[in-house]
């Protein structure tokens, strides 16, 4: 019978079981870290945070205040089966009633994997398989154009001959990007040509031709309910970025045009889960949506910090409580990313690494 | 991302005749009123935040009389006016200056 050993309702009732993946806090984070320290924030229920990796030396794993168990788990290459395998392992001992996994990379097996862990008496809060994919790198374009939504304009090719049809149809700089990861600026069709066969080599066919859009980088963290409500938005400005292109301080902005901008996103797709929207706003004023993360950015604790704390609110939601649009935020919060090194000892890398267990 | 606005006018000791008002408004064009935008952030140290942007500026005292001048909607008239019988400063210096810092700040959005 389904979901016969899902716990009370009663947010207050009960210590709530959280599953969290992506505890690589480092230089390009994963968001897990931050989405946990907004959970804990929340005085609206008591939580027992149990960590999900895939490396020994994620740092979450060893922040104790933080995460009070880690385990490890299979990477997203082995598919559902041995995922499911080490979940239901988990599950016997921790009894998990939410799991929010973190990395983009994850969420397909995670979002196959949702009506059997709900049968087991886990809970997710995820997109459908379809809004997932429709906001896929490869298909941005076409369901912008169908949601009407601005995206830039894109040519998904497989052969170095292809640019051509890019380069005559956009002027330079082009960008080319990578499936899953990594975007180049070429000034020129040689320098097109190198970073085809550069993104190739990294990350596979197809690569993505895209015209380049000349802006103000915005970055919206939005939170929907799977109905086509949008629940919380906090629009952000990068102030410092790093070389990877992540933002290491940012600030947030008082724009209704974003939040405007979000909404329509959430209520197109009926987004369910939190999301991220990279946004380049042209001198012009127009918005192009560059790209669309399917969960939480790692900057996530600003929206707490601002006042729309998403992380708490997804995790009620999830637990079947009806959560209120959130409708101000403080403007001017801004986070200053650090680094911090962290002391453990050696019997700790070992425990994980042998047992799989922290 | 904090950027610079400062203006070099030096402050006189004793404010200057009001004669300058009638000259002023004679060589000003009525165009040049401009309004800050409202939900722009002042402080008297100087500092401008700019909410839609998340932009964040300095300037000096001089900058920043300009710009609560601006924020009580004074005209341009109105603030060389004030300006010139505070400060010891030529008119036209005030205007070319007054020019520049105003394309700045609407180079910035901070201006309307």
Redesign the interface.
């Known amino acids: 019978m389904k979901n016969q050993s899902m716990k009370d309702n009663t947010l207050n009732s009960n210590e709530i079981v959280i599953a969290v993946t992506a505890l690589n806090a480092i230089d390009s984070p994963g968001p897990g870290v931050a989405v946990i320290r907004a959970i804990r924030e929340c005085k609206d229920f008591k939580v027992r945070i149990i960590g999900l990796s895939y490396e020994s030396l994620e740092p979450g794993l060893y922040m104790h205040d933080l995460v009070d168990k880690s385990y490890q788990i299979p990477y997203p290459s082995g598919g559902t089966h041995s995922l499911l395998e080490r979940l239901k392992h988990i599950h016997e001992i921790e009894k998990i009633d939410i799991i929010i996994p973190n990395f983009d990379a994850e969420l397909f097996n995670f979002i196959k994997l949702r009506d059997k862990l709900k049968d087991l008496g886990i809970r997710t809060y995820l997109p459908e398989l379809e809004q997932f994919e429709d906001r896929d790198k490869i298909k941005l374009y076409d369901f912008g154009k169908k949601n009407g939504l601005l995206m830039p304009k894109d040519y998904i090719i497989n052969e170095v001959k292809e640019l051509s049809k890019a380069i005559d149809d956009f002027d330079f700089p082009i960008v080319i990007k990578g499936k899953f990861y990594e975007a180049i600026i070429a000034n020129t069709e040689e320098e097109a040509k190198k970073a085809f066969h550069k993104i190739q080599a990294k990350w596979g066919l197809p690569i993505i031709v895209q015209k380049f859009i000349k802006g103000t980088e915005i970055n919206i963290a939005a939170l929907g309910d799977g109905e086509g409500n949008t629940i919380s938005v906090i629009p952000m400005r990068k102030l410092y970025i790093t070389d990877k292109g992540k933002a290491w301080s940012g600030i947030t902005i008082d724009d209704e045009s974003f939040i405007e901008l979000a909404k329509k996103f959430v209520k197109a797709t009926k987004w369910r889960g939190g999301c991220e929207l990279e946004v380049m706003q042209t001198s012009k004023g127009k918005s192009y949506i560059m790209e669309v993360n399917p969960r939480f950015p790692a900057w996530i604790y600003l929206t707490a910090a601002a006042g729309q704390n998403q992380p708490a609110a997804l995790v009620k939601m999830a637990m079947g409580e009806k959560v209120q649009p959130f409708t101000d935020y403080e403007v001017g919060k801004i986070f200053v990313r650090y680094a911090w090194d962290l002391i453990t000892d050696i019997s700790e890398f070992q425990k994980i690494s042998g047992t799989g267990e922290l | 991302?904090l950027y610079n606005l400062d203006l070099n006018i030096v402050e006189i000791e004793s404010p200057k005749e009001k004669y300058n008002f009638t000259v002023i408004e004679y060589f000003l064009e009525p165009k040049k009123n401009m309004k800050l935008k409202k939900?722009i952030?002042t402080s008297e140290e100087g500092f401008i935040?700019n909410?839609?942007?998340?932009d964040s500026f300095s300037t000096n005292p001089i900058g920043t009389e300009i710009i609560t001048l601006l924020k009580k909607d004074k005209s341009i008239q109105e603030i060389i006016v004030a300006i010139c019988e505070k400060y010891d400063v030529d008119q036209n210096l005030l205007e070319k200056d007054l020019d520049d810092f105003t394309a700045q700040l609407k180079d910035y959005t901070i201006l309307e």
Do not use: D, H, L
Request: proline residues 12%; hydrophobic residues 40%.
């Open positions: 991302m939900n952030a935040f909410p839609s942007t998340g």
